[in-house]
C-alpha cells in the first residue's frame, strides 16, 4: 500500500474515482508533450487505473502506478516507480497537471518518490529519463539530487519520430531523507 506525505502532496494508490482527474494530467497536450505517449482518453484512463490496481496485487510487487493528491486529495498528478529487472534499482516517473505547475510541487513530487523508493522499498538506485527538451524535469531531478548521467540514442519511438531520452540517478548513499 503506497501512502507517502509532504507538506502539501500525497502519493497513494489509484481510484476508479480520480479517472477525470488522470485525464487532466495524462489527457492533456502540454503534460505529455515530452512523455513517451500521446494524449489518452477516458477510456484509456480509467484502463490505466484498472490495471494499477492488477500491478498492486502482484507478489511481488513491481509496479507502483500511483496517484498524486493535493491536500483535499484531489489528484493533481500521476507518479509511477517500476522496479527494474535487477531489483535493487527502480525507475521514476511523474507527471502534474499544468494548472498547479511553477509553485515547487513538482520538486516536492519528486522528493517524495525518493523517499517511497529509497525508505520504503529499500532500493539502491533510482532513476529517470526526460526528453532532452524537458527542463522542467531536469531541473526537479537535479533538485532532488539526481545527477545526469548521460544520453540514451534513439530511446524512444514516439509521435512519429525517434528521441533521446537524457537519464539521472541517485543512489542510496546521496540522499538525504
Ligand atoms: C516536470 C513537472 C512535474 C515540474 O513541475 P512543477 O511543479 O512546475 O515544478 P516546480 O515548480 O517544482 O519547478 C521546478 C523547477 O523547474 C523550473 N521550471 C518549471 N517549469 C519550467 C519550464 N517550462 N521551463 C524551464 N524551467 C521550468 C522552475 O523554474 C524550477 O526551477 P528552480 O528549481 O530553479 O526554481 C511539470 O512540469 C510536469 O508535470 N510536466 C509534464 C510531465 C513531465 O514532463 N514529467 C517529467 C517526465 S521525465
Known sequence: MIDVQGPSLRLR????????????????????????FEPRT???CEAIIRSAAAD?????RTVYMQAVADTTDDLV?????GIDER????????????????????????GLLLT???????LN?????RSPDN????????????????RIRRHLRTRGAWRDSVVHSILDDEWTP
Open 87 to 110: 531489483p535493487h534499482s527502480g525507475q521514476i516517473g511523474f507527471a502534474l497537471r499544468p494548472e498547479v505547475w511553477g509553485r515547487g510541487l513538482g520538486a516536492e513530487l519528486v
Open 56 to 60: 498492486a496485487t502482484v507478489k511481488p
Open 77 to 81: 498528478g500521476a507518479a509511477r516507480l
Open 125 to 129: 538506485r533510482l532513476w529517470g529519463a
Open 135 to 150: 527542463v522542467a524535469s531536469k531541473r526537479v531531478m537535479e533538485r532532488a539530487g539526481m545527477i545526469e548521467e548521460g
Open 13 to 36: 494508490e489509484l481510484r476508479p474515482a480520480d479517472v477525470t482527474g488522470l485525464l487532466a494530467v495524462y489527457g492533456d497536450e502540454a503534460a505529455t508533450r515530452h512523455l513517451s
Open 116 to 122: 517511497f523508493g529509497f525508505a520504503e522499498l529499500e
Open 42 to 44: 477516458f477510456d484509456q
